[in-house]
């Protein structure tokens, strides 16, 4: 049962527009989101993150928008870069339970076309 | 400031051997947690670390262990090695007081192919 969802495994941007990768989940217990950026052969980086009692938060190009009647976030990369193509990494978690790990989506590789 | 180090960066094992791998943490991070990546599956939690205990395991088979030592540094081991084993580990280090605020810092993995 995958509580974190990235339903698009790939997604393809022409450079300087904007990019958007959604991400779903499933349990309402969740209250704390982020975003991670992998590039090949790297591990992971953090991006961004959000807690539920906001709907949106920014970092330069990056947006993050949180729908939490609909359970679902969003990542807005504006304007995108070469430098962006990487696989992006939802991942949830609950701050109440201070032992509760984070849980990860399955990812989607963006590709920023020159 | 050194990032995580994780060793080795790449190996191959046949089936029903074990293997060890070993993370570094960022100096002054207590946490440690580790992961498994395979494609199209995103990041599997495997257990998470800190001040040597194990605060926390995901849903594999016993044949994955691991443990901390009192510097912070940590191994994994898999014993019984099974083809669906192959995949890249990835250990991240936090400060860590708490296992779920999410700021973790990954190193570059470890590559494990199972033959």
């Known amino acids: 049962d995958q509580q974190v969802k990235q339903n698009s495994p790939s997604l393809s941007v022409q450079e300087g527009r904007i990019s958007i990768l959604n991400c779903d989940y499933t349990n309402s217990m969740f209250d704390y989101f982020l975003w991670y950026k992998k590039y090949p052969a790297e591990g992971p980086t953090f991006l961004i993150s959000?807690?539920?009692i906001k709907d949106k938060n920014e970092d330069g190009r990056f947006t993050v928008f949180l729908n939490k009647s609909a359970k679902h976030l969003s990542l807005h990369i504006v304007p995108s870069q070469p430098g962006d193509s990487a696989v992006y990494f939802c991942a949830a978690s609950h701050l109440a339970d201070s032992n509760y790990q984070l849980i990860w989506g399955a990812g989607t590789k963006l590709i920023i076309k020159p | 400031k050194a990032g995580v180090t994780q060793t080795p960066r790449y190996l191959i094992k046949t089936r029903g051997q074990q293997v060890t791998l070993s993370c570094s943490p960022i100096s002054g991070h207590r946490s440690v947690s580790w992961y498994q990546q395979t494609p199209g599956q995103g990041l599997q939690f495997l257990f998470e670390y800190f001040s040597e205990t194990q605060r926390n395991k995901g849903n594999f088979p016993g044949r994955f262990s691991g443990r901390q030592f009192s510097n912070s540094r940590s191994e994994m081991n898999v014993s019984t090695l099974e083809l669906g084993d192959s995949a890249l580990y990835l250990c991240?280090?936090?400060?860590?007081?708490?296992?779920?605020?999410?700021?973790?810092?990954f190193g570059e993995g470890s590559r494990l192919t199972v033959l």
């Open positions: 959000i807690s539920s």
């Open positions: 991240a280090s936090s400060l860590g007081d708490r296992a779920n605020t999410g700021e973790l810092f």
